[in-house]
Protein backbone atom coordinates (compact mmCIF):
# COMPACT_ATOMS: atom_id res chain seq x y z
CA UNK A 1 0.00 0.00 0.00
CA UNK A 2 1.75 3.37 -1.42
CA UNK A 3 2.08 6.16 1.54
CA UNK A 4 -0.58 8.03 -0.07
CA UNK A 5 -3.45 5.19 0.12
CA UNK A 6 -2.38 5.28 3.22
CA UNK A 7 -3.28 8.94 3.82
CA UNK A 8 -6.23 8.45 1.98
CA UNK A 9 -7.67 5.77 4.62
CA UNK A 10 -6.72 7.82 7.57
CA UNK A 11 -8.61 10.82 6.01
CA UNK A 12 -11.56 8.32 5.76
CA UNK A 13 -11.39 6.82 9.24
CA UNK A 14 -10.38 10.46 10.64
CA UNK A 15 -13.35 12.71 8.61
CA UNK A 16 -15.55 9.47 9.20
CA UNK A 17 -18.94 8.81 11.91
CA UNK A 18 -17.78 6.18 14.53
CA UNK A 19 -20.94 6.02 16.57
CA UNK A 20 -20.14 5.83 20.38
CA UNK A 21 -20.42 1.67 22.03
CA UNK A 22 -20.18 0.06 25.19
CA UNK A 23 -16.66 0.71 25.68
CA UNK A 24 -16.43 4.07 24.26
CA UNK A 25 -19.46 5.29 25.27
CA UNK A 26 -18.27 5.40 29.14
CA UNK A 27 -14.72 6.62 27.83
CA UNK A 28 -16.27 9.64 26.54
CA UNK A 29 -18.11 10.58 29.52
CA UNK A 30 -15.28 9.88 31.46
CA UNK A 31 -12.90 12.42 29.58
CA UNK A 32 -15.49 14.83 29.34
CA UNK A 33 -16.11 14.66 33.38
CA UNK A 34 -12.85 15.45 33.80
CA UNK A 35 -12.02 18.35 31.67
CA UNK A 36 -15.16 19.79 32.96
CA UNK A 37 -14.27 19.77 36.39
CA UNK A 38 -10.85 21.24 35.49
CA UNK A 39 -12.48 23.89 33.39
CA UNK A 40 -14.54 24.94 36.79
CA UNK A 41 -11.03 25.22 38.36
CA UNK A 42 -9.74 27.30 35.90
CA UNK A 43 -12.81 29.67 36.45
CA UNK A 44 -12.44 29.12 40.08
CA UNK A 45 -8.58 29.81 40.30
CA UNK A 46 -7.20 31.64 37.38
CA UNK A 47 -7.52 35.19 37.24
CA UNK A 48 -10.56 36.53 35.00
CA UNK A 49 -8.87 37.72 31.56
CA UNK A 50 -7.42 36.79 28.41
CA UNK A 51 -5.20 34.29 29.44
CA UNK A 52 -8.05 32.57 31.36
CA UNK A 53 -10.37 32.69 28.21
CA UNK A 54 -7.29 30.95 26.56
CA UNK A 55 -6.90 28.36 29.39
CA UNK A 56 -10.84 27.75 28.49
CA UNK A 57 -10.53 27.69 25.14
CA UNK A 58 -7.58 25.27 24.91
CA UNK A 59 -9.43 22.98 27.34
CA UNK A 60 -11.79 22.78 25.06
CA UNK A 61 -9.63 21.69 22.46
CA UNK A 62 -7.64 19.30 24.21
CA UNK A 63 -11.16 17.57 25.18
CA UNK A 64 -12.42 17.39 21.30
CA UNK A 65 -9.08 15.72 20.72
CA UNK A 66 -9.24 13.04 23.35
CA UNK A 67 -12.40 12.09 22.26
CA UNK A 68 -11.98 12.17 18.79
CA UNK A 69 -8.61 9.91 19.52
CA UNK A 70 -11.09 7.58 21.42
CA UNK A 71 -13.87 7.75 18.55
CA UNK A 72 -11.15 7.08 15.92
CA UNK A 73 -9.39 4.50 17.40
CA UNK A 74 -11.86 2.39 19.17
CA UNK A 75 -15.47 2.82 17.81
CA UNK A 76 -15.49 1.40 14.18
CA UNK A 77 -16.26 3.42 11.37
CA UNK A 78 -19.96 3.49 10.33
CA UNK A 79 -22.12 5.80 8.10
CA UNK A 80 -23.16 9.15 9.82
CA UNK A 81 -27.46 8.75 10.26
CA UNK A 82 -27.54 12.12 8.22
CA UNK A 83 -25.45 10.42 4.96
CA UNK A 84 -27.44 7.12 5.34
CA UNK A 85 -30.86 9.12 4.92
CA UNK A 86 -29.31 11.15 1.65
CA UNK A 87 -28.18 8.47 -0.04
CA UNK A 88 -31.57 6.45 0.60
CA UNK A 89 -33.17 9.64 -0.90
CA UNK A 90 -31.09 9.93 -3.69
CA UNK A 91 -31.27 6.28 -4.36
CA UNK A 92 -35.00 6.55 -4.90
CA UNK A 93 -35.13 9.39 -6.72
CA UNK A 94 -32.88 7.93 -9.51
CA UNK A 95 -35.08 5.15 -9.13
CA UNK A 96 -38.16 7.05 -9.93
CA UNK A 97 -40.12 7.90 -13.33
CA UNK A 98 -38.02 10.66 -14.51
CA UNK A 99 -34.90 10.08 -12.05
CA UNK A 100 -31.39 9.41 -13.51
CA UNK A 101 -31.68 5.82 -13.69
CA UNK A 102 -34.67 6.47 -16.32
Not at 32 to 57: K, Y
Not at 62 to 67: C, G, H, K, S
Not at 82 to 87: G, H, N
Request: charged share 25%.
Amino acid sequence: MTSRQMLHDRVTNDFGYHKATEQTGPMHDATRERFVNLAHWVVEHIPAGREQSLALTALQEAQMWANAAIACNLAPLEEAPADKRIREHEERFDNAPGGYNT
